[in-house]
């Protein structure tokens, strides 16, 4: 009984690591869609706003589908990383916007 319950663990602490996996991989990709992070493969950092906006609402919705049913740490890791992704949008959001707005003077 207690080598299944052994196994039982590693399972469940496997597949929390995973969920968390999963979390980091959608947070660097929201980074790299918010000009913080260089593409891979052009190399360059490119803003898209709207992807960045997907992916911010992709975790969102795993939030309240998962609700209820995540451990603490994983629960804590999800609102730390969408708090997080939040705060940066408006941020680069709003940079964006002032940028477009100096161009559009300077043309004038």
């Known amino acids: 009984m207690n080598d299944n319950m052994d196994g039982n663990s590693e399972e469940k602490q496997y597949r929390r690591e995973l969920f968390i996996k999963l979390l980091l991989m959608l947070r660097a990709g929201a980074l ?6 260089e593409n891979p493969i052009t190399g360059e ?8 906006r997907e992916t911010i609402d992709m975790l969102d919705l795993l939030a309240e589908k ?5 451990s ?4 804590e890791v ?7 992704l939040h705060l940066t949008y408006v941020k680069v959001e709003s ?5 477009s707005n100096q161009n559009k003077s300077a043309r004038k």
């Open 72 to 75: 603490e740490i994983e629960d």
């Open 45 to 52: 950092k490119e803003i898209k706003l709207e992807l960045a």
């Open 32 to 37: 790299q869609q918010l000009g913080l992070v």
């Open 66 to 70: 998962t609700r209820g049913n995540l």
């Open 95 to 99: 940079s964006s916007k002032e940028t």
């Open 78 to 84: 999800l609102n730390n990383l969408m708090t997080e």
